[in-house]
């Protein structure tokens, strides 16, 4: 399966940006998707995930009431939606698909290991 993540892009503090990724294949990702991010020298951090299920939605802290993690189903399509970005965010982030299925709601599955695809990454700047 392929995870075709959008372009990200640079921006300025309080600016918004609006990351996507498409999935190639349903049977991939039908059981959830989300967002994890990363910068050189740290390990990759869970940002947002979305359980297609129940359309249940669970965020890192540092995205709650700034970043809102959507979907569409037809169109096997996940978006990550970021308001009032700050130079903190800047980051590599990635598309991530899960195959297996899930049981339990999306604040279940806030680690890398919960996910079975990954998206390319997308370098998002956010810088004055």
């Known amino acids: 399966v392929q995870l075709v993540q959008s372009r990200g892009g640079l921006v300025q503090p309080g600016d918004s940006l609006t990351l996507s990724c498409a999935a190639s294949d349903r049977a991939y990702s039908r059981h959830a998707m989300g967002w994890f991010r990363q910068v050189p020298g740290k390990e990759r951090e869970f940002v947002a995930t979305l359980v297609w299920r129940d359309d249940s939605t669970s965020y890192a802290d540092f995205a709650k009431g700034r970043f809102t993690i959507s979907g569409d189903n037809a169109k096997n399509t996940v978006y990550l939606q970021m308001n009032s970005l700050k130079f903190e965010d800047t980051a590599v982030y990635y598309c991530?698909?899960?195959?297996?299925?899930?049981?339990?709601?999306?604040?279940?599955?806030?680690?890398?290991?919960?996910?079975?695809?990954w998206g390319q990454g997308t370098q998002v700047t956010v810088a004055s």
């Open positions: 991530a698909a899960r195959s297996r299925p899930t049981y339990y709601s999306a604040t279940d599955y806030g680690a890398q290991s919960d996910y079975d695809y």
